[in-house]
Structure formats: C-alpha cells, structure tokens
C-alpha cells in the first residue's frame, strides 16, 4: 500500500468513447503527477500539478484532460482516443513538485483502446 | 537532453549469484539520482536517491553507488522476491523540479 490510490485498474473504451481515469493520494502531498508507460520504453511525464495548479504539460494531445480539484485527488479525462494510447497510466505525488524526485506511485491504470 | 540508458536490459541471475545493474546518464547538472523497483502489474516503487558522485546507500541486499556518469545497483545473494523491473531515473537542476527522466529499466529474474 503506497496511499495513492488509483481506480479503475483496468478499462477497454472504443475511440469514441469518453472515460475518467481518478487518483486519489492519502500522503498529505502536495504535487501529483500523471506519467504513461507503454511497453519497452521509458516512463514518460505527462502533466503535473503543484497545490492544484498545472506546472507542466509535457506536449500531451488535447484528448487527454487532467483536472485537479485539489491537493488530494487527480483525474485524467480521456476522450476519442486512438489504438497507440493504451498503456498504463500512473500516478504519482510528491511533498511538492520542486522538490527532489522522491515519488510515490500508484499501482496504475492499464487502458486498452479498441 | 538528459538521457538515461540501463543495462542490460534484462538479466537471471540463480538464488545467491550476486551481481549488477548499471545506469549510465547524461544530464547537465545532476540534481539527484533515482532507482525504483517494478512488479509486474504495479507502480514503481521507490529505492533510494543518489545525490553525489561517490555516495552509496544500501537496503537489505540492494546497494547503490553513483559516480559522475553512472550509477550501479549492485544485489548481494538474490532471492527469487527481488525478481522486478529495476528503473533508474535522474534528475537535473536547470529542467524544472518535478521532471524525472527514466531509463527503459532492467527486468531482473532470480531463479530457485
């Protein structure tokens, strides 16, 4: 148990389909992070928010929507996505998003795309 | 770029036969080091940070070393639990703080 908590664990949605990915962290952190893993290569850092204010968006396609409405929770909106999107998605916090790179992870999200 | 490569990139090992993983990086100014471990089906869990050339931090059988272009995980007598994905990760004073950059990581198997 980390205390980041990610829900669903695993999701097929059609490329039309609209889906929400959430994230809720019980660590008191302060920044979290969404980060996709697709298989032989590197995680990647998608978004990060800082007492719920976005910092970084690392070039992601508007089809992926993130909203944090506060320190202790993070959801992904997904939205006509395409085959190459299915991956695991993981979240992740940290005391704060300046800080060094000690993050907690959540087990993730695995998604499928038809 | 800061770039981060690992090898190998997978390794068996039997119970007891020590070895270890490297981490060779690139990165304009080393903010600090990081090693994770996988499960299948799990998020990374985090393992230790490095945050100078010469330092080493040790837990149970893992100890990590870090020099000015790689950092090794070194594991003493396996057993078949530390069987995982090993990532490593660095990251650097001039990008901003969150940004971690990670290798493709080291699947390890340690047999019975």
């Known amino acids: 148990e980390t205390g980041v908590t990610q829900t669903p664990r695993h999701l097929v949605m059609g490329m039309t389909n609209k889906k929400s990915l959430k994230c809720e962290q019980h660590?008191?952190?302060?920044?979290m992070y969404w980060y996709k893993q697709s298989a032989k290569k590197p995680l990647e850092l998608m978004f990060v928010?800082?007492?719920?204010?976005?910092?970084e968006n690392n070039s992601v396609p508007s089809r992926f929507s993130p909203e944090c409405p506060n320190s202790s929770h993070l959801f992904l909106h997904l939205h006509t996505l395409q085959p190459e999107d299915s991956a695991l998605y993981l979240c992740a916090s940290s005391r704060t998003s300046g800080g060094a790179g000690e993050l907690f992870f959540g087990e993730g999200s695995r998604l499928t795309v038809l | 770029e800061d770039q981060v490569t690992q090898s190998p990139e997978a390794l068996r090992l039997q119970e007891g036969e020590s070895s270890s993983l490297n981490c060779s990086y690139t990165?304009?100014?080393?903010?600090?080091l990081f090693w994770y471990r996988q499960d299948p089906g799990k998020g990374p869990e985090f393992l230790f940070t490095?945050?100078?050339a010469g330092e080493e931090k040790e837990k149970e059988r893992l100890k990590a070393t870090l020099t000015k272009k790689e950092s090794f995980l070194h594991i003493t007598a396996p057993k078949p639990e530390d069987s995982a994905t090993y990532l490593c990760?660095?990251?650097?004073?001039?990008?901003?703080?969150?940004?971690?950059?990670f290798g493709e990581g080291t699947q390890l198997t340690v047999n019975p």
């Open positions: 928010y800082n007492f719920k204010e976005q910092t």
């Open positions: 990760a660095v990251q650097a004073y001039e990008t901003s703080g969150s940004r971690l950059t």
């Open positions: 990165v304009s100014g080393l903010r600090g």
């Open positions: 660590l008191g952190h302060n920044a």
């Open positions: 490095l945050y100078s």
